[in-house]
Every structure is written in C-alpha cells, then in structure tokens.
C-alpha cells in the first residue's frame, strides 16, 4: 500500500521514537504524590454512599427516605425519581451503543431492580458512619421475582423476563411475545451450503466461559461540587472525561457547559471506566446540598454492580480439506449483556473469523439480558471468547489432521487484501509475521517436560481512532507544552512527548504532557478501542507541524524571504533554496523568543476525527504443565508476539502484550463469577475472585512485530487489546495437549480438569495422557 | 470520642486523633493528607496499602489507627531521601515497571522490606513476596525485573 505523504518510513534514523524514555508522570507515581480518582479533597465535603438492591430481581413497591433525611448529618438523598426519564434509543459511541434510558437504569433503577447491586438510592452525610445510618433507615418495600443468571437459561421461552417490553431485534418477522434477547445479529460472507460441501472434514463443538471482572485495583470514585451559580465540577477517574461529561449532562438534564470535569489519574480501567457509575450521584447530591460530595466504591461494590464481561456460549463448526485449507467457518454465539441490552456480541461475531482468510463464513449472535449487571467493555470486548472457541477447533483440527498448528494457521491467515466477514477488505496486516517469528522462535523449538503441553493460538482486533484534540504550545522560552485529552493509563504521556521531540527536534525532556480537563481542549472521545496512542499521537504529530510551519512563517519574516523559502528541519528552521546559506539558521528556542514581536505566541492545535486505525493481530505461545492428581494448571513459559505497527516506546508496548497476556491467564484458569440460587454474587472480594498474583505467572517474553499502518505518521496500530485475545485459545490449547483432553470451559480450574481427566479416563479415552 | 494516637511516621513524630474504627490507612490518608497509600480493598486482600511498621510489612487497611501508637510507620512517602530516589524507585521508573501506577506504592514499599531481608532474592522469593500487592496491569515482568535489578544495585552500593 502506498504510504501517505509525511509518513515517517520506517528506517529513518529516529532519535526518541523507538527508545526507552522515563515517563513524565513516574516520578509522581513512584513517589506517592499522583492524585488517582480518591485522592482529592475539598473543604467542607460531603460523604456519598449508595443503598444497593439485596435481590437480583424484585420491584420496588416504595422507597421511605423520611427517617434518613431526618439523622443529623445526612445532607441530601437521592432516588430513582430525581433523575429526568429518557427515551429509549440506541445511538453509536465509538466501540458501544449507547442507550440513555439504559444508562439512567443502570445509574439508579426506579420501578424495578435488575441485579443484586443495583443502586436504589443514595445519600451524602457528614461522615461515612452517618452515610451508612442513614442508609440502613431508607425503608424499601420490594416483590421479590424469579431471576436468570445464565445465558442459556435467560434463553429458554419460560425464563423469567426481565424487560416486558423486550422484543427481539433483528429478527424478521418480529416476534410477538417479549424475551431476554434483545437482539439477534447475522454475519454473513460466500456460501456456507457450498463451502461445508466442499469439505473433506467438519469440527463441532460448543464452549462456554464464565463472566469474568476487569479488575482493576483502584476502585470507581469522583469528587463533585455544583456552586451556587449552577456550574459543576467533577474530578473522577474515567477513561474518558468528555464522555463522562455528555452521560453526566443528559442524565441531569444540564448544558454541557455547566460541567468541567477532571481527569484524575486512573488506577486501572480495561474498559471497565469508560461508563458512568457514582458521577451523576455525586454531582446530584451536591447539587441538593450544595456542598462537595466525594464517592467511592468498596470493592465489594466493584465486584456486584460495576461492568463485567459477559458470560458466554459459543457454537463452532468449521470445514476443512484434507490438506487443512479451511473451506466454511460458522459460529453461533450467545452473550450475556447483563441487565440491559448491549453485549458486544456483535465484535465477538465480527472477530471470531478475522485471522482467517476463508470464503465462505457466518456468524450469529444473540444479545441476552439476564440479572447481572450491565456488562462494560474489557479489552477488546467480545472478541476473547469467540475467537477462545475458534482457536480450540483450529487446535483440534491441526491435530487430527496431523498437521503443524503454526503451518495450519500460515495456510489459512488472513493477510493484506483478504476480503474480512465483517466488512472491510485488510490493508497491510502483520499475523503472517507473528506466525514465521513465533515458528523461529527459542520457545517454539524448545523440548517439553512430563505432563506438559505447548499451546498456540491467534488473535484480532480491530482498533479504532475517532474524536481528538491536541494543543501544542511553545513556551516564550522554547519549551514546551503539550495538553491531550485521551486519559493517559498506561504511558500514553511518554510516547506523545517522544513524538513531539521527534517532530520538533527537541529534547524528549524539553515537552511536558498533559492530559487536559474539558474546559481545555476540545471533544475527545474516550481511551478505548486501542485508540489513544494512535489517535492522540496523530493530533500530536499534526500539532507539532503545525509549530514547525508557523515558526518557518516568523523566519521568514525576519529574514524578508518568502515563507515556501524556509524550511525546517532537525528543530531547526534554516533558509532553503536560492535562499540556503543566506542567513544563520535558528531553532525553536530562538523562533520562541522573538514570537512576540513577530505575530503573538506559537501554538498548534489539531482537532480531528482521526481515521485509519488498523487491526492489531498477535500469536501467543504457551506451555503449560498439569498436575494430574489436583488438576491444578501451571503457566512456565510464555510468550507473545504481535504487530504493533511501530512501538513509539517499546517498554509500554511491551507491558501491554504482558499485562494482557497475564489476564487471559486469569479467564483462561481461575476468574469467575460464582451465583448462588437467590442471584447474588458469592465471590465479591479478591479473595475469593482470584486474579493472577506475582508466584502465578512466569515471566512473559514478547517479541514486537512492525507491519508499520500506512495512516498514521509513524506507522501505530493500537496494541492494547489483542494481547488479552488469545491467551484462553492459547492455554485451553496448551492444557488439551497436555493432558489429551479437549476442554470446552473457562475457567478450567483444577476441579474442572480433574473431572474431565476422570472422565476421558472411565470411558476409555485412548488420547487421555495422563 | 476520638482517642489520642503518637506514633513515628517516616521519621518525624506526629500526633494524631483519631475514631475507633478508623484504620490506619484512614488515619493516613484522611488525617494525615499522605495519599501515596492506596485503599484497593480494604480487606487485606490487595496490598495496594502497604506501610512498614516497626519495619513489618503488613496492609494498613488491616490495622486500626489506635494501634498506631508508639510504633514506628513508613510509607512510599518516606522512601526518597530529598531529590534523591531510592533505588526501587528508579529502577521501577526505568523498567517502565507501571502501568496505571495504582499498585505501584505498595509493591515499592513491600519489595524494600522484602530486600531489607533479603538483599540477593532469587525470581522466585520476589514472586512470593510480592503475591499480596495484586497488579492488574504489567503481568508482574517488568516489575520483578524491577526488583532484581535494585537488589543488584544495593548489593553493589553496600
């Protein structure tokens, strides 16, 4: 594909894009000093607490707030009536659909309660004992009703109903009766009549995962304040403020203008902050009381009314010659949205296939409410467990077959002009690279101990760029600058601050980054989708050009030569042409100090609806090795390989193919909700939701890929979410070759394995290795 | 009624008062305006509250601020000495060792007092150390290299 004017081409000789810098923002943060969403204070603030549902499904015949208005202390309460209704209409937000009158359910409910955890009320009191008083005395009469929790069950036609009015989209002609699925999509490329026909071979099988957490460890919070004069503040970890303040704006009816929200630094979101929880609570409440209202969620409450990831079933069927070309691909998949609709099956269906270059594909999907909460994207949302069952059937196939599962997938992969099921036809794209670097890899080629397997598996996304700003300022002293507005959550200031340096061939510790509030800088959707550093780093770049045009302008007025006869280069602006050699050249720090006398201050600003964010595909390795007297599963070895397009810093890219990789370990062998019969979540604390801890994992290797993406300057393609995409692919693979027994559940933890040990052992299994 | 609590905090006495049930991690965040320690779960769980007391590592979500009294706390705050960093510190910034930096104080804190114990720990003895500070982000890599890396530091320095 030909590269765009003013792209960067890879073997330019580059002196910070492609190094290891220290991040502007460490110093705080191994200092103690950064202020994460619940480390700002205002004098005279309130405490805000939520009084959540005990029922996973019940209707609120009344709400008594009388006796906790009256407590001394108790400051403002809010319900479910203080909230303005809101039609409901799905309208796109980047990477979700967006439903106001979902999200107003999900904030605080009004006639019914749809998941254990869901908000009934709130109330901002003086102290944190006062709030919890004041909570025990609201008195909620409810009619406790019967609940679903999984999907296949939400399903069935005598399910309970969450929604009556519930009637499923997508489906010609339209059913007559309410249900819990709230849509049905279809997915369709070639013939799947003649592809399965043109098979020597056909694979089945269904899988199901369990409903996972993202997990990050600081918990929601946000501080608010309204003033007298109405105009709002709101500082609140968020992967994304703007959106934050559009959700806020609508859910209380008030100008966006009336609210500035700050982005505080964010411990952690996967997905899982870019909804609103606590922030229209908060805000209302100090609206009422006039006072600054701070709101945190116990972990408890992260777990039980927080976005989880769906639970999933996922039906494959793939078609094969005898030689392993793949000639028909079909999967059908039902995804838990929680309590209102809007999982991501429709990425989940759109993913499934991506790395395959195959004629003749379908997917379906369901969309499911059940009482759970409503599900938050968490990285790469719906593509880990479409894309867990497809790898398990690619696996099956390359070992009945007798082939490689490197060369299987060689064979098969989609690749630069493959035409996708989804739609778009791939530029330049880097899975064929990661296959050859895994195949010549050390750990590929390494031998196996006892009771150990080696799994391989692939995976997609697609990556997106939309809505950005970036202003760029040179200080009067030739420093500079530089405010963004996608929250930064994982070194996103380093690689826009390298970018700039490189641009404005200064210092990488001549820039200082920011990431500005909404009265700063225009719309910016938010860090989602693999986006920032893509997104805000072509605004970046633009921005820096920007400097460097004017800064040839204020040259060439002094010089009295025309502005095309100056150019910049190296950070330095220099006569070019007839001109060359006429007149000392000067750099930003010069051009810096003579701003003033030659037009004002030298800013560059870029807002853009950045376009040409490319998929991202990676191939994990793993080994894997099982006990098989408690079926408990150790990682030993792994490694991820993956295209990054161009790693700005390497070190970040890297920590994403880690940290991803560490959490597909955790769905792949230990994460799970776990209901009891009444609906309620009986694992809501770490103790008992076990994430991966430090004596769990190995150390993960990575090597980075570089297809570079023609549309973006420096050739970056979003990588932080394909690294969580193969990883249960990769170890169910592992653990399957192992142990000689296909697994079609996650988690597989020990109970699990050993059953199915135990199992394959009684009926006589001759592939059973242990 | 709040009780009078005197204890040692990163070196410099303080006095504080306190509620019965208020933590030590309420003490330190709410009273004494040090934000460095982070409240993840407050059931022990997470390690994002680490402090040293007494040069025990323990989560100070887990330790009522009454007991504080005559003890000896330090927190990520008492760490650097004036510009300078410790040497976890830098190599965690190095290492690019965080991510979202949440975790970061309490894993800081919890791998000096493993290295006060053991200044030459194998991989191994840093994972176990380091299993109560959960890290959602960095798959722990980049943060045993962190590690290994200061204590090799250390070890070169003493």
């Known amino acids: 594909m030909q590269e765009k004017v003013g792209n960067v081409p890879m073997d330019a000789d580059l002196k910070w894009v492609g190094t290891r810098q220290i991040r502007p923002d460490g110093m ?12 700002y204070n205002l004098s005279g603030q309130l405490v805000g607490s939520v ?73 901002a009191a003086t102290n944190q004992t006062i709030a919890k008083k004041a909570l025990k005395l609201i008195k909620v009469e409810y009619e406790v009703l019967p609940h679903v929790i999984d999907v296949l069950e939400a399903m069935k036609p005598d399910a309970p109903v969450l929604h009556a009015d519930l009637i499923t989209a997508g489906v010609s002609p ?55 004069d109405n105009q709002a503040e709101l500082w609140v970890s968020t992967q994304g403020h703007w959106v934050v303040r559009a959700h806020c704006a609508r859910l209380l009816g008030w100008e966006t203008s009336q609210i500035k929200v700050v982005c505080a630094e964010i411990g952690g979101g996967f997905g899982g902050k870019t909804v609103v929880y606590l922030e229209p609570l908060a805000l209302r409440l100090a609206e009422k009381s006039r006072r600054p209202v701070k709101m945190t969620m116990s972990r408890e409450e992260v777990f039980r009314a927080s976005g989880p990831a769906p639970g999933t079933h996922v039906k494959v069927k793939i078609g094969v010659k005898n030689n392993g070309k793949m000639t028909a691909c079909f999967t059908e998949m039902m995804y838990q949205a929680g309590a209102l609709p809007g999982s991501p099956v429709s990425q989940g269906c759109m993913a499934a296939y991506a790395p395959y270059d195959v004629e003749n594909v379908q997917a379906i999907g369901h969309d499911v409410v059940s009482n759970r909460p409503k599900v938050a994207a968490y990285r790469a949302p719906g593509a880990p467990m479409s894309e867990y069952a497809v790898e398990s059937v690619v696996d099956e196939i390359a070992l009945k077959l007798n082939i490689d599962p490197i060369e299987l997938r060689l064979m098969n992969a989609a690749k630069e002009g493959t035409q996708s099921a989804h739609g778009p036809k791939f530029g330049p794209i880097g899975l064929i690279e990661t296959l050859e670097a895994a195949k010549n890899s050390d750990h590929w080629k390494a031998p196996l101990g006892p009771n150990q397997g080696r799994g391989i598996a692939s ?87 920007e400097i460097a045009q004017e800064a040839c302008k204020r040259a060439a007025l002094i010089w009295e030569i025309p502005e095309d006869a100056v150019m910049f280069e190296d950070g330095m602006v220099r006569p070019a042409g007839d001109n060359a050699g006429a007149h000392e050249p000067m750099n930003l720090r010069d051009i810096a100090a003579i701003a003033g006398k030659t037009g004002g201050p030298i800013v560059g600003n870029c807002s853009i609806n950045a376009q040409g964010a490319a998929p991202s595909l990676g191939t994990h390795l793993v080994d894997v090795e099982v006990d098989p007297e408690t079926g408990k599963v150790d990682v030993k070895r792994y490694t991820v390989i993956q295209d990054a397009g161009r790693a700005i810093h390497p070190g970040y890219v890297e920590g994403q193919f880690q940290g991803g990789a560490a959490q597909g370990i955790g769905w792949a062998l230990n994460e799970e909700y776990i209901y009891n019969d009444k609906g309620a979540l009986d694992n809501a604390s770490f103790l008992d939701y076990r994430v991966p801890v430090a004596s769990d994992l190995p150390m993960i290797d990575t090597i980075i890929v570089e297809v570079p993406n023609p549309n973006h300057p420096y050739g970056v393609r979003g990588v932080g979410e394909t690294p969580i995409v193969p990883p249960m692919g990769a170890i169910s693979n592992a653990v399957s070759r192992a142990t000689g027994v296909r697994f079609e559940s996650l988690p597989m933890s020990p109970p699990k394995i050993r059953h199915a040990i135990d199992a394959a052992r009684a009926a006589g299994s001759t592939d059973l290795k242990m | 009624m709040k009780h009078h609590v005197s204890f040692e ?84 910034l190095e290492h690019a060792a965080l991510q979202c930096g949440i975790c970061t104080p309490g894993v800081i804190v919890a791998a000096k007092s493993l290295l006060e114990r053991n200044p030459d720990p194998t991989e191994t003895e840093v994972r176990y150390w380091l299993a109560g500070n959960l890290c959602r982000c960095t798959g722990y890599d980049k943060i045993v290299r962190a590690v290994m890396d200061a204590a090799s530091e250390m070890r070169g320095a003493a």
């Open chain 1, 28 to 39: 705080d943060k191994v200092t103690g000093k950064a202020r994460f969403g619940a480390d």
């Open chain 1, 51 to 123: 009084l959540r549902a005990p029922h996973a499904h019940a209707r609120i015949k009344s709400i008594d707030i009388s006796a906790a208005e009256a407590l001394d202390g108790v400051k403002a309460i809010v319900t479910g009536t203080d909230f303005p209704e809101q039609e409901s209409k799905m309208s796109p937000a980047g990477e979700m659909m967006v439903n106001y009158n979902h999200i107003r359910t999900t904030v605080m409910a009004t006639d019914k309660v749809l998941f254990e955890g869901h908000p009934v009320a709130a109330v």
């Open chain 1, 174 to 228: 339209a059913p007559t009766k309410a249900s819990n699925v709230a849509n049905r999509i279809e997915l369709n490329k070639g013939d799947m009549e003649k592809g399965f026909a043109e098979a020597d071979q056909i694979f089945e099988r269904s899988f199901d995962t369990a409903p996972v957490h993202q997990a990050y460890i600081e918990p929601h919070a946000c501080l608010a304040v309204v003033n007298q």
């Open chain 1, 459 to 545: 995976g997609f996304w697609y990556n997106i760029g939309g809505q950005t700003t970036v202003s760029v300022v040179l200080n009067e002293d030739g420093s500079v600058n530089l405010t963004a507005g996608t929250p930064d959550i994982g070194g996103l200031r380093a690689s826009l601050a390298m970018m700039a340096a490189e641009e404005l061939g200064v210092e990488y510790n001549a820039i200082q980054p920011v990431i500005g509030d909404t009265q700063q800088l225009g719309f910016n959707f938010l860090t989602g989708g693999s986006r920032s550093c893509f997104s805000s780093g072509m605004a970046t770049v633009e921005a820096c050009r």
């Open chain 2, 9 to 92: 905090l990163n070196g410099d006495p303080v006095e504080v008062l306190c509620e019965s049930e208020q933590t030590v991690l309420d003490v330190l965040r709410d009273e004494m305006q040090l934000i460095g320690t982070k409240e993840g779960c407050s059931t022990g769980d997470c390690g994002a509250c680490s402090v040293t007391v007494d040069d025990r590592l323990v989560c100070s979500c887990l330790m009522l601020g009454v007991e504080a009294n005559g003890k000896k706390i330090t927190t990520i705050e008492g760490m650097a000495e004036g510009e300078k960093l410790h040497p976890l510190q830098q190599k965690f």
